[in-house]
C-alpha cells in the first residue's frame, strides 16, 4: 500500500524544498504542482519525495491525527 504524508512546507525553491511533519524534515521535489500557487507554509501531500497535491491546513491537520492514531495502535 502506497500513502502520502501531509507534510508542511518549511523552505521553498522551486522546483525542490524542504517540507516537515512532527519533526521530521525531507526534501521534497515541487515540479508536479504549480510554482505560483506554492508558499512557505502551505501543505501538501508528499508520497516518494515529490508533492502531489496542495490541501489546506485543517485536511492535513485532520490527515496527521488520524495517521497518528493509526501508529498508535499498531
Do not use: T, W
Request: overall charge negative; hydrophobic content about 45%.
Amino acid at each position: 500500500m502506497c500513502l502520502g504524508i501531509p507534510m508542511r512546507i518549511v523552505e521553498l525553491n522551486y522546483p525542490c524544498g524542504v517540507c516537515e511533519v512532527d519533526g521530521v524534515f525531507r526534501k521534497v521535489n515541487f515540479q508536479l504542482l504549480p510554482e505560483g500557487e506554492l508558499q512557505v507554509g502551505d501543505y501538501v501531500i508528499v508520497h516518494v519525495g515529490f508533492a502531489l497535491q496542495k490541501v489546506s491546513r485543517e485536511e492535513a491537520e485532520e490527515s496527521i491525527r488520524l495517521l497518528r492514531e493509526l501508529a498508535s495502535h499498531a
